[in-house]
T-cell receptor
Framework: NAGVMQNPRHLVRRRGQEARLRCSPMKGHSHVYWYRQLPEEGLKFMVYLQKENIIDESGMPKERFSAEFPKEGPSILRIQQVVRGDSAAYFC????????????FGPGTRLTVT | QKEVEQNSGPLSVPEGAIASLNCTYSDRGSQSFFWYRQYSGKSPELIMFIYSNGDKEDGRFTAQLNKASQYVSLLIRDSQPSDSATYLCAFFDRGSTLGRLYFGRGTQLTVWP
């Protein structure tokens, strides 16, 4: 099954630590999107990347959050100095094409900040 | 501000009935529409997409799009208890030339046996 893969599935961090979330897109897909889902809320777009390029980061908080999709390896969403409000489910999606192509989601990473 | 409104629910239907889920969107430039199903504690699963006005059928699911009214719906025929989930409506704005989807907050559906 060459679906979207994310790891870790669950991540616990203390306040002030760094969280690093990984996403490998579906085979053949080169477009990666990160979304965040807070409890009882909808999915919110964070960032859209292609290999070595950030295409749209308009949904990313201005501080502490960064994302990359290197030429080799998975996409990484990094959260520095985590706070309790960062506790959420973080989903990665990938698509074959851009601009409205169907996006397929990975299983998500549940981040808990204690 | 691009927004998606879904009938808030929760929606409860008996097994075998038709479940109707509705969604309105704010942006006339929107061109692509998606329905995702999300079971509790799981990730969204793409179940339908529609780009043109009219109906699109796939098994027990029918998506209906009316761009003039800025309205998209999902009908589930012969509903089964396994259809119990939250259904998310999403759209893409082709005018933006970027890739983000705008999601509604979802409608929780319960199908009781």
């Amino acid at each position: 099954n060459a679906g979207v893969m994310q790891n870790p599935r669950h991540l616990v961090r203390r306040r002030g630590q760094e969280a690093r979330l990984r996403c490998s897109p579906m085979k053949g897909h080169s477009h990666v999107y990160w979304y965040r889902q807070l409890p009882e809320e909808g999915l919110k777009f964070m960032v859209y990347l292609q290999k070595e390029n950030i295409i749209d980061e308009s949904g990313m908080p201005k501080e502490r959050f960064s994302a990359e999709f290197p030429k080799e390896g998975p996409s990484i969403l990094r959260i520095q100095q985590v706070v309790r409000g960062d506790s959420a489910a973080y989903f990665c999606a990938s698509s074959l094409g851009q601009g409205g192509a169907e996006q397929y989601f990975g299983p998500g990473t549940r981040l808990t900040v204690t | 501000q691009k927004e998606v409104e879904q009938n808030s629910g929760p929606l409860s239907v008996p097994e075998g009935a038709i479940a109707s889920l509705n969604c309105t969107y704010s942006d006339r430039g929107s061109q692509s529409f998606f329905w995702y199903r999300q079971y509790s504690g799981k990730s969204p699963e793409l179940i339908m997409f529609i780009y043109s006005n009219g109906d699109k059928e796939d098994g027990r699911f029918t998506a209906q799009l009316n761009k003039a009214s800025q309205y998209v719906s999902l009908l589930i025929r012969d509903s089964q208890p396994s259809d119990s989930a939250t259904y998310l409506c999403a759209f893409f704005d082709r005018g933006s030339t970027l890739g983000r989807l705008y999601f509604g907050r979802g409608t929780q559906l319960t199908v009781w046996p």
